[in-house]
């Protein structure tokens, strides 16, 4: 089992640039999700999937995120246009339907916007 | 709303003392309390996982409770050492709809040798 994959680990960029975080979630869970962790705020959902479909994204902040899932093995996360506020880590996970299965987390993405 | 809090934010021991974090949640209509650690530059690793109908779980060194009409869980460390160096978070399951988790802000716990 590899794991939750995320790429890439680090990103740095600048403002208003596009950004484009990847996950490749353990095989056969049906849920993804994309949190955000900050200082000030913590460890934030911002949406989660079910095979494939984005069932709730109202912990997005703002229409310059976008989630996708075009299937099973892959999703992303988008900001564009980028701004220093976004600086985050960014963690994907991923479970099972079944209800006594814990989230498995990837290592994150460290996001820096200058 | 629901609103999960731990305290203490950061605890320091020396090796070998037993140890309670405490988790304290808002709304107790929880479907299950999760425990997670997690070491810097890393993910979380998930510890325990308490459904509601159960009181507490166990795992090695590591005892978690669930008291759900207080709104309280607490994570007993025994015989704690460096490694247990971390911080550890809880996190409440908001009901059977999807398998969203609502995050308290953290204990980060050093131990020292």
């Known amino acids: 089992d590899a794991g939750v994959i995320q790429s890439p680990r680090h990103e740095v960029t600048e403002m208003g640039q596009e950004v484009t975080l990847r996950c490749k979630p353990i095989s056969g869970h049906d849920y993804l999700f994309w949190y955000r962790q900050t200082m000030m705020r913590g460890l934030e959902l911002l949406i989660y999937?079910?095979?494939?479909?984005?069932?709730?994204d109202s912990g997005m902040p703002e229409d310059r995120f976008s989630a996708k899932m075009p299937n099973a093995s892959f999703s992303t996360l988008k900001i564009q246009p980028s701004e220093p506020r976004d600086s985050a880590v960014y963690f994907c996970a991923s479970s099972s339907y079944l209800s006594n299965q814990p989230q498995h987390f990837g290592d994150g993405t460290r996001l820096s916007i200058l | 709303k629901q609103e999960v809090t731990q305290i203490p934010a950061a605890l320091s021991v020396p090796e070998g003392e037993n140890l309670v974090l405490n988790c304290s949640f808002t709304d107790s209509a929880i479907y299950n309390l999760q425990w997670f650690r997690q070491d810097p530059g890393k993910g979380l690793t998930s510890l325990l996982l308490i459904q509601s109908s159960q009181r507490e779980q166990t795992s090695g060194r590591l005892n978690a409770s669930l008291d759900k009409s207080s709104g309280r869980s607490t994570l007993y460390i025994a015989a704690s050492q460096p490694g247990d160096s971390a911080t550890y978070l809880c996190a409440v399951r908001r009901g059977n709809a999807g398998n969203m988790l609502t995050f308290g802000g953290g204990t980060r716990l050093m131990v020292k040798p």
């Open positions: 999937f079910n095979n494939n479909v984005p069932i709730d």
